[in-house]
């Protein structure tokens, strides 16, 4: 059965500096790769998505990730981070052919000015 | 934004009563889903539907139950609230015959059990 680890429940960084939220994730198969935030009091929004070739995925408000699939990982970076960034992160892995998604327990991100 | 509404998008009750939250959806997706979301948690799939009449457990089942007579609404009953209960509620939906998994959610409905 599928499965997904956020490595870090809380990650605080200061405006302007780099972030990677970690995930890694376990499935017998091949995989699609979704992260979503969430800001506060708001439901849940697509960020990017892995689904197959280039490795280096580009997302919504200068998020990316990468593919690891030797490490099973699929981490998002930031190079510079603003206050408004400040959500809560979720992972997800599908096994695709619509099987529910499985989200990790989340990260929250606090940006500090 | 994909049209999914949800009502209530606030409850409070007391432990025993019934509850039923309902997911309207405008975007004719086979797939709808409820999740619920706690601290320290994430998101738990409770149920979900892959067509008309059609649902099937998630991981946190227990105590609650599903309908799905029409394409566009999907609801979640508790039948008997509990304390435990207590949580954000979350409907989403899957585009029709996508093979890639990807959600688009509901703004939630947070219920609280006295």
């Known amino acids: 059965a599928q499965s997904v680890t956020q490595l870090d429940s809380q990650v605080p960084v200061f405006e302007e500096a780099p972030v990677e939220l970690r995930c890694n994730y376990s499935s017998s198969v091949s995989v699609y790769l979704f992260w979503y935030v969430q800001y506060p009091n708001q439901g849940l929004q697509l960020l990017l998505k892995?689904?197959?070739?280039?490795?280096l995925v580009k997302g919504i408000n200068g998020f990316e990730a990468e593919f690891n699939k030797s490490q099973t990982s699929f981490h998002l970076r930031k190079p510079s981070v603003h206050i408004s960034d400040t959500a809560e992160y979720f992972c997800?892995?599908?096994?695709?052919?619509?099987?529910?998604?499985?989200f990790g327990k989340g990260t929250r991100l606090s940006v500090i000015a | 934004d994909a049209g999914i509404t949800q009502s209530p998008r606030h409850k409070v009750t007391e432990t025993g009563t019934p509850v039923t939250l309902r997911c309207h959806q405008t975007?004719?997706?086979?797939?709808m889903y409820w999740y619920r979301q706690d601290p320290g948690h994430g998101l738990r799939l409770i149920h979900y539907?892959?067509?008309?009449?059609?649902?099937d457990k998630g991981e946190v089942s227990d105590g609650y139950s599903v309908s799905r007579s029409k394409t566009e609404d999907f609801l979640l009953t508790l039948e008997s609230a509990t304390s435990s209960q207590t949580s954000v509620y979350f409907c989403?939906?899957?585009?029709?015959?996508?093979?890639?998994?990807?959600?688009?959610f509901g703004e939630g409905s947070r219920l609280t059990v006295l």
């Open positions: 989403a939906i899957s585009e029709r015959n996508s093979l890639t998994g990807e959600l688009f």
């Open positions: 975007e004719n997706h086979r797939y």
């Open positions: 892995y689904l197959s070739g280039s490795t």
């Open positions: 997800a892995v599908s096994e695709g052919g619509n099987t529910p998604l499985v």
């Open positions: 539907s892959y067509g008309v009449k059609d649902t």
